[in-house]
C-alpha cells in the first residue's frame, strides 16, 4: 500500500510558482551547458510494496530487471558512479558524481561535478530521500555552506536528471516498471561476469511499483519526458544485484514542441559497487537549510 492509499486521498502536485521559482530554476542551472531547461509539468532501493523475489537472478529476463531494484536493495547499502550527458541539437554537456546510498536508512548522498558553461559550478552535493532531495552550492542566492531543500515534486522532472546525476535509488527503482526486456549477453566488467539486458520501461508503472514517496519522482518524470518508452541497459549479477544501468531520458527543450530538432535527451549511467560497504550519508541540520521564498530563485 503506498502512502497516498494509505492518507486516502490523491496526492498533490505542488502549485505552479513552486516549480518555477525553485524547481525550474535549479534545472536550468544543471542544465544550461546542454539545453534551456526542462518544459512539463526515488524510489528507493527497497520497494514501499515489498516483493518476494529471490535474492537470484531470474531465468526470465523481464522478471530478472523487475526484480533488480529489490535484490540490490536487500545488500544494506552500495556505493556508486554517475555519469550523465545531455545532447541537444547544438550543445552537448557531460556531469559525473560519484556517492552511495544507505538501502536501510533509505538515504544516499552523491557529490556532482559540473561542467563548464552551467550556471552552477564547481560541485553540487546532493542528499536523496524517498520523496525529498537537499541541494548545496544550487545557485549564486544561496548562502555558501547552506541547503535548498526540495519536494522532488517541485522539480519538473522529479530530479531524475536535474541535480546532473540520477540517484541511485530512482535509477535501481526505474526497472521495476520495465515492459521489455532481453538478453543481450554475458560480460565482463571490473573483473566480474554481469548479465546484460536490454529493453524499455514505464515511468509511471515504475512509479506504481515503488509506491509510497519514492515513487514520487518517478511519477513526476513520467509526466514531463516526451519518449515514454523509455530505452534501458542493465547489467545484473547472478544473484540479480543491479551493477550498471544505463537509461536514456528525452524531453522538449522549447516548451510544447515535438519536433526532433527541439528534443533534448539525457543519458544517465548509473554503477554500483561495494554491496553493505557503509556509506556516510546525513540529513543536513535544521539551521543549515536556506529557506527560500516561493517567488525566489536560488541562482
Not at 486521498?9 to 534551456?36: D, I, Q
Not at 541497459?233 to 510544447?256: C, M, N, P, S, Y
Amino acid at each position: 500500500m503506498t502512502d497516498q492509499q494509505r492518507a486516502g486521498r490523491p496526492g498533490c502536485r505542488p502549485g505552479p510558482h513552486l516549480r518555477s521559482a525553485a524547481g525550474a530554476a535549479l534545472l536550468a542551472a544543471v542544465l544550461a551547458a546542454g539545453s534551456a531547461g526542462c518544459s512539463g509539468g526515488s524510489g528507493d532501493g527497497s520497494s514501499d510494496q515489498r516483493s518476494s523475489a529471490p535474492d537470484q537472478l531470474a531465468a526470465d529476463p523481464l522478471s530478472a530487471v523487475r526484480n533488480a531494484a529489490d535484490i540490490t536493495g536487500r545488500t544494506g547499502s552500495a556505493h556508486t558512479a554517475t555519469e550523465l550527458v545531455t545532447e541537444s541539437a547544438e550543445k552537448k554537456a557531460s556531469f559525473s558524481g560519484t556517492g552511495g546510498y544507505d538501502y536501510v536508512k533509505r538515504i544516499g548522498r552523491l557529490e556532482v561535478q559540473v561542467p563548464p558553461g552551467a550556471a552552477t559550478t564547481g560541485k553540487i552535493v546532493e542528499v536523496v530521500l524517498p520523496g525529498t532531495v537537499y541541494l548545496q552550492n544550487s545557485g549564486a542566492k544561496v548562502p555558501e555552506g547552506k541547503w535548498v531543500k526540495l519536494d522532488v515534486r517541485q522539480l519538473p522532472d522529479g530530479n531524475l536528471v536535474s541535480s546532473g546525476a540520477t540517484d541511485p535509488a530512482s535509477a535501481a527503482g526505474a526497472l521495476r516498471g520495465a515492459q521489455k526486456a532481453e538478453a543481450v549477453g554475458t560480460e565482463t566488467i571490473d573483473g566480474i561476469a554481469l548479465h546484460h539486458y536490454r529493453g524499455t520501461l514505464d515511468l509511471a508503472k515504475a512509479a506504481d511499483a515503488t509506491g509510497g514517496r519514492g515513487g514520487d519522482g518517478l511519477r513526476t518524470g513520467a509526466q514531463t519526458f516526451t519518449v515514454k518508452e523509455v530505452p534501458f541497459d542493465a547489467w545484473l549479477d547472478d544473484q540479480g544485484r543491479l551493477h550498471k544501468v544505463v537509461e536514456v531520458f528525452t524531453f522538449a527543450g522549447v516548451a510544447g514542441s515535438k519536433e526532433p530538432k527541439d528534443q533534448v535527451k539525457v543519458t544517465s549511467t548509473t554503477s554500483l559497487g561495494d554491496f553493505g560497504k557503509p556509506v556516510e550519508a546525513a540529513e543536513p541540520a535544521a539551521s543549515d537549510i536556506y529557506q527560500m521564498k516561493p517567488t525566489e530563485s536560488p541562482k
